[in-house]
């Protein structure tokens, strides 16, 4: 009979335990391509912030990707891939292809462009006073399979696309004059590359402006690691960590600071890439200069 007594004593103890006492941990691994986890500090913050309001126990792995961008798409789509969460810009295509979060990361910052290109060309942007005369100048440079590179051609400028390190090579080259950036990736890049090209300046009379950002991608199948991170992120907004951690950002702060939108020629373009769920997406997630 005492060792029912006790028995029963440790079941009800148990009951009474919170769900994450016993909860299992989720493995969230973050597939991280390009310039890497200083570059994308901000990002995986964010997803960080997600998984400390989220109602789940997880664990946080930074995956390194060396591959194109929609080959990791692919990897991510069939369950090969060693990661589980991808950001990336939103399009249709993967709007259709995998359960997106339709929460921006950067507030639409990201959909904020700016150029680095080099001191040869600073004059001639400087001169640049309407679209039309961007468009006849510039060589814009973009990744292959960004949907930014789709954006731009769209909009009639004269694109060159092709993977990220090579981009560097064709404006350090001269063939091509700009390489478009996020307000909040081009001082951080710029900081980087500038020892070994001295020539590379971040120009600061243009901006192009349209709606877009990144997205938090997860296989369609995979609804746990979806639901976490959603979660998390409506309840960091909720309760106000989600702003307070934009603004707060050094990454964002020096973006906004270094960025001087007031002194700059900004163009708004059209983003045809936008769908009815992507235009839905509510106005109190973007940021307003």
């Known amino acids: 009979m005492k060792l029912l007594h006790v028995l029963s004593v440790i079941i009800v103890a148990i009951s009474n335990l919170p769900l994450q006492a016993y909860a ?16 994308f500090a ?4 964010v ?6 309001h989220a109602d789940a126990k997880s664990q946080l792995t930074i995956v390194d990707l060396e591959m194109p961008q929609e080959r990791a798409l692919v990897e991510l789509e069939t369950g090969r891939a060693n990661f589980n969460v991808f950001f990336t810009g939103f399009s249709a295509n993967r709007e259709k292809r995998f359960h997106q979060i ?12 700016i150029f680095i290109t080099t001191k040869a060309f600073l004059d001639d942007l400087a001169e640049t006073r309407t679209l039309g005369s961007l468009k006849k100048f510039a060589v814009v440079g973009s990744g292959t399979g960004w949907p930014d590179t789709e954006i731009f051609q769209a909009n009639g400028f004269d694109v060159v696309a092709s993977d990220y390190e090579s981009l560097w090579r064709m404006l350090s080259a001269g063939r091509i004059n700009t390489f478009n950036r996020g307000i909040h990736e081009a001082f951080v890049e710029h900081q980087q590359r500038s020892q070994q090209d001295p020539e590379l300046v971040v120009d600061p009379s243009v901006m192009i402006r349209y709606r877009f950002d990144y997205l938090f991608y997860v296989r369609k199948n995979n609804q746990r690691v979806a639901e976490i991170i959603e979660t998390g992120l409506r309840n960091a907004y909720e309760n106000g960590a989600f702003l307070e951690h934009f603004n707060s950002h050094p990454m964002i702060q020096k973006a906004m600071m270094s960025t001087a939108a007031h002194e700059r020629l900004i163009f708004d373009i059209d983003n045809p890439l936008l769908t009815d769920r992507q235009r839905n997406i509510p106005e109190a997630y973007w940021h307003q200069y």
């Open 24 to 39: 299992e941990v989720t493995d969230i691994r973050l597939g991280l391509l390009g310039a890497g986890p200083e570059v």
């Open 102 to 113: 339709d929460i921006p990361l950067s507030r639409g910052i990201l959909g904020h462009r």
């Open 47 to 52: 997803l960080k912030l997600a998984l400390h």
């Open 42 to 45: 901000y990002e995986i913050s």
